[in-house]
C-alpha cells in the first residue's frame, strides 16, 4: 500500500502536535542500588616464601602399592605418619608407617581385618595426640558394608570396632573429627537413591551414639547436601537444589534447622570446603584465556558466611596447572595446593573470602607428570607436607617448616 507524501507530512505534524501535549507528570520511586557481586574479586597476594625452611625426606615404599590416595597425617609430636590401602584379590588391608630418626617404621596393618578395607578419609589427631581413623569396609562380596573405627597411641593400635553396618549401600561414607573435651564423633552419609542421609554419631565407652537422619526434609524439590561439623556437637548444611542454587540448614541438639533458600548460583562444581569461619569455598580446574590461546588453571569461588557470594578466581594465574587442587585444614588455617607444568607446587592460603597468600616450591625436572596426591599441615601451622606421584612406584615427598 502506497502511502503520499501528503499523508505522511499530516503524521508528522499530529505526532509533533502530541508532543506538545501537557501529559500528568509521573513520579518514579527513587532507584534502589543494587550489588555486584562480580566486582568482588579475589586479591591474591604473592608471598615470599624464601625463609620456608624445605626438606625433600625419602618417600615411603611400598610393598602392596596404594590403590586410593594415600593420607598424611603431621602427629602433635611432629611426627609423620603415612596411610594407604591397597588392591588385593583377598583380604585388602589399611596400613600405616611413621617417619622417625630419618627412616620409615615398618609398613603394617592397623587390624588384620577380614574383607576388603578401603580409606577415604584423613585420619585426625586429638587434643591428647592419639590419632583416629575410620574406614569403609566390604565384609564380602555383595555385603554387609561398614564403616570400622581404631585409634593409635604412638605405640599400639586399639581393637577395631564396627561403627555402622548396612546391607545395601557399597557408597557408604564417614569421616571423624574431634572436639576440644576429647570426645570422638563422625559424620556418616549412607546413599539413598540418588543423595544421602546423614547421621551424627558420638563414641561411648559402651559404642557409638548414632543420631536419627539429620538430612533437612525439603518439600519443594532435590537438593543435595554436604556439610561442616561444629565444634560444639552441631553440623552446618550447604545444600544446591534443582536450579543450583545454595540453601543453608543446620542440626544441633537433635533438631534440624530451617531451611534458608538464597538466589546464589552455585557453579556446576561440587568439590568444596569449609573453613573455620563458615566461608564456603568451591574449587575446580578448568581453562583459563590467554593472549592467543587458552591453558588449565585451578580456581576456586567464596561465598562468605553472611551468604555474600565473591566471582570466581583464577589462582593460577598464566600458569599450566596439571593436577586437581588438593586441600588440607587444622584449626585455623585451610591451603589449597596443585602442581604446575613448570615444576612447582602453588600453595594458596585463603583469608576470608577478601584475599589469599600464594607460596610456591621449585620441583627438579621430571621425567613423567607429576600427581599431587597428599597434604597435611600440623595442628600449629608449623610443618606442611606434599606427596607427589611420578609413576606407579616412584614417589616424592617435601616437607616445610613455615614462616609465615
Same mark, same amino acid.
Given at each position: 500500500?502506497?502511502?503520499?507524501?501528503?499523508?505522511?507530512?499530516?503524521? =508528522?505534524?499530529?505526532?509533533?502536535?502530541?508532543?506538545? +501535549?501537557?501529559? &500528568?507528570?509521573?513520579?518514579?520511586?527513587? @532507584?534502589?542500588? @543494587?550489588?555486584?557481586?562480580?566486582?568482588?574479586?579475589?586479591?591474591?597476594?604473592?608471598?615470599?616464601?624464601? !625463609?620456608?625452611?624445605?626438606?625433600?625426606?625419602?618417600? %615411603?615404599?611400598?610393598?602392596?602399592? %596404594?590403590?586410593?590416595? &594415600?593420607?598424611?597425617?603431621? =602427629?602433635?609430636?611432629?611426627?609423620?605418619?603415612?596411610?594407604?590401602? !591397597?588392591?588385593? #584379590?583377598?583380604?585388602?588391608?589399611?596400613?600405616?608407617?611413621?617417619?622417625?630418626?630419618?627412616?620409615?617404621?615398618?609398613?603394617?596393618? +592397623?587390624?588384620? !581385618?577380614?574383607?576388603?578395607?578401603?580409606?577415604?578419609? @584423613?585420619?585426625?589427631?586429638?587434643? #591428647? *595426640?592419639?590419632?583416629?581413623?575410620?574406614?569403609?569396609?566390604e565384609l564380602k562380596l555383595g555385603g554387609p558394608y561398614r564403616l570400622l573405627y581404631a585409634q593409635f597411641d604412638g605405640i599400639n593400635w586399639s581393637v577395631e570396632n564396627e561403627v555402622y553396618i548396612t546391607e545395601k549401600n557399597s557408597n557408604l561414607r564417614g569421616e571423624l573429627f574431634a572436639d576440644?573435651?576429647?570426645?570422638?564423633?563422625?559424620?556418616?552419609?549412607? %546413599?539413598?537413591?540418588?543423595?544421602?542421609?546423614?547421621?551424627?554419631?558420638?563414641?561411648?565407652?559402651?559404642?557409638?551414639?548414632?543420631?536419627?537422619?539429620?538430612?533437612?526434609?525439603?518439600? #519443594? =524439590?532435590?537438593?543435595?547436601?554436604?556439610?561442616?561439623?561444629?565444634?560444639?556437637? =552441631?553440623?552446618r548444611l550447604y545444600g544446591k537444589d534443582l536450579m543450583g542454587n545454595l540453601r543453608i540448614s543446620s542440626w544441633e541438639n537433635g533438631v534440624v534447622g530451617d531451611i534458608t533458600k538464597t538466589s546464589i548460583h552455585l557453579p556446576i562444581y561440587d568439590t568444596y570446603f569449609i573453613d573455620n569461619a563458615?566461608?564456603?569455598?568451591?574449587?575446580?580446574? *578448568?581453562?583459563?584465556?590467554?593472549? *592467543?590461546?587458552?591453558?588449565?588453571?585451578?580456581?576456586?569461588?567464596?561465598?562468605?558466611?553472611?551468604?555474600?557470594?565473591?566471582?570466581?578466581?583464577?589462582?593460577? *594465574?598464566?600458569?599450566?596447572?596439571? @593436577?586437581?587442587?588438593?586441600?588440607?585444614?587444622?584449626?585455623?588455617?585451610?591451603?589449597?595446593?596443585?602442581?604446575?607444568?613448570?615444576?612447582?607446587?602453588?600453595?594458596?592460603?585463603?583469608?576470608?573470602?577478601?584475599?589469599?597468600?600464594?607460596?610456591?616450591?621449585? $620441583? %627438579?625436572?621430571?621425567?613423567?607428570?607429576?600427581?599431587?596426591?597428599?597434604?597435611?599441615?600440623?595442628?600449629?601451622?608449623?610443618?606442611?607436607?606434599? $606427596?607427589?606421584?611420578?609413576?606407579?612406584?616412584?614417589?616424592?615427598?617435601?616437607?616445610?617448616?613455615?614462616?609465615?
Amino acid at each position: 500500500m502506497k502511502i503520499s507524501l501528503r499523508k505522511l507530512l499530516f503524521i =508528522g505534524i499530529a505526532i509533533i502536535t502530541m508532543s506538545c +501535549i501537557s501529559l &500528568p507528570k509521573v513520579t518514579l520511586p527513587t @532507584t534502589v542500588p @543494587t550489588f555486584d557481586s562480580s566486582s568482588l574479586i579475589t586479591q591474591i597476594n604473592v608471598a615470599d616464601s624464601s !625463609t620456608w625452611i624445605w626438606n625433600e625426606l625419602p618417600a %615411603p615404599t611400598f610393598e602392596f602399592l %596404594p590403590q586410593n590416595n &594415600p593420607q598424611l597425617v603431621i =602427629g602433635l609430636d611432629g611426627k609423620l605418619h603415612f596411610f594407604w590401602d !591397597t588392591l588385593s #584379590d583377598d583380604e585388602a588391608f589399611i596400613y600405616h608407617s611413621y617417619f622417625q630418626d630419618g627412616v620409615w617404621s615398618e609398613s603394617l596393618p +592397623i587390624s588384620l !581385618t577380614l574383607g576388603k578395607s578401603k580409606l577415604y578419609a @584423613t585420619p585426625v589427631v586429638s587434643s #591428647d *595426640g592419639n590419632i583416629h581413623i575410620l574406614w569403609y569396609n566390604e565384609l564380602k562380596l555383595g555385603g554387609p558394608y561398614r564403616l570400622l573405627y581404631a585409634q593409635f597411641d604412638g605405640i599400639n593400635w586399639s581393637v577395631e570396632n564396627e561403627v555402622y553396618i548396612t546391607e545395601k549401600n557399597s557408597n557408604l561414607r564417614g569421616e571423624l573429627f574431634a572436639d576440644s573435651q576429647l570426645n570422638i564423633h563422625a559424620l556418616i552419609k549412607a %546413599p539413598v537413591g540418588v543423595n544421602y542421609d546423614f547421621f551424627y554419631l558420638t563414641k561411648t565407652p559402651e559404642g557409638w551414639d548414632i543420631s536419627k537422619p539429620i538430612t533437612p526434609e525439603v518439600t #519443594d =524439590g532435590f537438593v543435595f547436601w554436604k556439610y561442616k561439623p561444629n565444634q560444639s556437637s =552441631g553440623v552446618r548444611l550447604y545444600g544446591k537444589d534443582l536450579m543450583g542454587n545454595l540453601r543453608i540448614s543446620s542440626w544441633e541438639n537433635g533438631v534440624v534447622g530451617d531451611i534458608t533458600k538464597t538466589s546464589i548460583h552455585l557453579p556446576i562444581y561440587d568439590t568444596y570446603f569449609i573453613d573455620n569461619a563458615r566461608n564456603y569455598y568451591i574449587y575446580w580446574t *578448568g581453562q583459563v584465556p590467554v593472549p *592467543g590461546s587458552t591453558i588449565t588453571g585451578a580456581y576456586y569461588q567464596c561465598i562468605s558466611n553472611s551468604l555474600l557470594p565473591w566471582s570466581e578466581t583464577v589462582l593460577s *594465574g598464566d600458569k599450566t596447572v596439571i @593436577t586437581k587442587p588438593l586441600v588440607t585444614q587444622n584449626e585455623s588455617v585451610s591451603v589449597i595446593a596443585w602442581v604446575t607444568k613448570d615444576n612447582k607446587i602453588e600453595f594458596l592460603f585463603p583469608n576470608g573470602c577478601e584475599n589469599a597468600n600464594l607460596y610456591d616450591l621449585d $620441583l %627438579p625436572e621430571a621425567k613423567t607428570q607429576r600427581q599431587l596426591i597428599s597434604l597435611a599441615i600440623s595442628s600449629t601451622s608449623n610443618n606442611l607436607c606434599s $606427596l607427589n606421584k611420578l609413576n606407579v612406584n616412584d614417589f616424592e615427598l617435601y616437607c616445610a617448616e613455615l614462616s609465615q
